[in-house]
């Protein structure tokens, strides 16, 4: 190398290395117990890295793929790099779900052996224990793990401190442990292979476990799926854990009695058809064994399965606190025409008391159609007598895992017709038109006897006349000009004929 770009450099060579990653040369320089990386190019000349403890010889590790990731080890320190050595630092231990750096000569143990690929990393402490994790950009964690290799052999002590490990394949550590020959000067290598992934199912490592619970297993049944869909950025396995929930009977898992039977309350004895005629509240509970457990108040939606739309909501958006636009049957029509099972539930159901900037309130005054929860929301029927048969579906996301549903039906009697008008206006315009016309038939014909009333009597006699006179003048006229319009027709005709007869030539 050139003396000149050296000459600046004191202390003792740690090493020179080719760092791909960085298009850089670089030199390790150790002084006072501290180590230095420095390098040799354009710009990072004019530079050096972070110092880091140095106080016995460490051997470094170029990890593959020329990412600039280095391991620096031996048998009392570790420690890694992940940007070519401008910062060097500790291991991060995670032990009890607790991250500390790992002080190795503080913990009384010795490396004797380190493997590592382009993600991956472990390093052999004792007989069957060593530590492994992963290096990324963020970092390098590792846990100890117990691998429990010798003792499929307790015959034959294995272990040595010779002992050395590599990696495989991902998760897959070979380890190799030399065996002397007694007859001749060679060694022989006893070779195990470890799947490193099996060892971490140890439950002395107190790792966080994957809970699945169904409280009650003969209503509500689980099928789990798990694929592996690829590695992560530092090269572990990647894992995809697809759970469905569903009703046992859905699968036929169940005996038929368990979900086929109904409670009411009718067959609860808490109302009869007499009852049911007069007006009603109603609540929604929970039912086990014949005993109530809860009356629900969570959010939930009802619609008409016949179709029947002749009632209404007493909330509008506004009265019910929307901060955004809620949501209403007509969001999902297009599902519902192509008859698809009831659609909206606790899944796609989005509360309009929470803001949503993608969804803002525009419309205050449609209808809220949402029963339950926080508001005090009603349904109002129409001027109609009948059966209405609801199908309800609770819509709170945070009430239950299940979709709940039920059906119930409401009768509406003596329920009147629409009136066109008022009865009050009615009622007083028949009384006035009554008192008049029998007031009139008496006032009528007493006027009349009068002389007063002889002589208006006259008078109108003499206007009828007129009347009919005119009318009669304006007939005998009509009739006139319909027999006098035919006889001028035939003469004008008359007359061109005599005409064409005297001139021939015409």
């Known amino acids: 190398m050139n003396t000149d770009k050296l000459s600046h450099l004191t202390g003792t060579l740690g090493g020179i290395f080719h760092l791909h990653s960085m298009s850089q040369v670089g030199v390790l320089m150790v002084e006072n117990n501290l180590g230095t990386f420095h390098y040799m190019e354009y710009p990072l000349n004019h530079s050096m890295g972070i110092a880091f403890s140095y106080k016995n010889l460490l051997e470094v590790i170029m990890k593959p793929y020329q990412r600039g990731f280095m391991v620096l080890w031996n048998q009392k320190s570790i420690l890694v790099s992940s940007n070519s050595g401008q910062i060097v630092e500790h291991v991060r231990l995670i032990d009890q779900k607790i991250f500390t750096d790992l002080d190795v000569e503080h913990a009384n143990i010795n490396i004797y052996s380190v493997a590592s690929n382009a993600y991956e990393l472990a390093f052999l402490v004792a007989e069957d224990h060593l530590y492994y994790g992963s290096q990324s950009y963020m970092g390098t964690y590792v846990i100890k793990v117990c691998l429990r290799v010798w003792l499929t052999l307790p015959h034959q002590p294995l272990w040595s401190t010779h ?31 470890v799947n490193v ?51 046992q009977h859905h699968w036929g898992n169940s005996d038929f009695n368990f979900t086929a039977s109904k409670i009411s309350a009718c067959t609860m004895g808490i109302l009869n058809p007499v009852q049911l005629q007069k007006n009603y509240t109603y609540t929604i509970e929970k039912w086990k064994n014949g005993i109530v457990e809860e009356i629900m108040n969570a959010e939930y939606v009802i619609s008409e399965i016949n179709g029947l739309v002749t009632y209404s909501y007493s909330l509008t958006a506004a009265t019910a606190n929307c901060r955004s636009q809620p949501q209403n049957w007509s969001t999902f029509e297009s599902d519902i025409e192509n008859e698809e099972p009831f659609l909206w539930n606790r899944e796609n159901y989005v509360s309009c008391h929470e803001d949503n900037k993608d969804n803002p309130l525009l419309w205050p005054n449609v209808e809220y159609q949402v029963l339950g929860g926080q508001t005090n929301n009603k349904i109002i029927f129409g001027q109609r007598n009948g059966i209405y048969t609801f199908h309800l579906s609770v819509v709170d ?53 009068s002389e007063k009333g002889q002589r208006l009597l006259g008078f109108c006699y003499q206007i009828l006349q007129l009347c009919l006179g005119v009318c009669f003048c304006t007939w005998l006229r009509g009739k006139l000009r319909q027999w006098l319009r035919p006889r001028r027709v035939k003469d004008q005709n008359r007359g061109k004929v005599r005409v064409a007869q005297k001139h021939p030539e015409t």
């Open 197 to 247: 992934q099996s060892s971490l199912m140890d439950e002395k490592l107190a790792l966080q476990p994957c809970n699945v619970m169904v409280s009650n297993p003969h209503a509500l049944g689980f099928k789990a799926n798990l694929n592996e869909f690829g590695n992560t950025f530092d090269g572990n396995s990647k894992y995809k854990l697809d759970i469905e929930l569903k009703q």
């Open 397 to 449: 996301p945070y009430y239950s895992y299940c979709n709940l549903n039920t059906i119930f039906s409401v009768y509406v009697h003596g329920a009147l017709p629409v009136t066109k008008f008022q009865p009050l206006l009615t009622i007083l315009l028949m009384v006035t038109t009554t008192l008049l016309t029998a007031w009139l038939a008496y006032a009528i014909p007493k006027q009349l006897r």
């Open 163 to 193: 002992t050395s490990i590599y990696f495989e394949d991902i998760g897959i550590l070979q380890v190799l442990t030399p065996v002397a020959d007694p007859h001749f000067a060679a060694y022989d290598f006893d070779k195990c292979t």
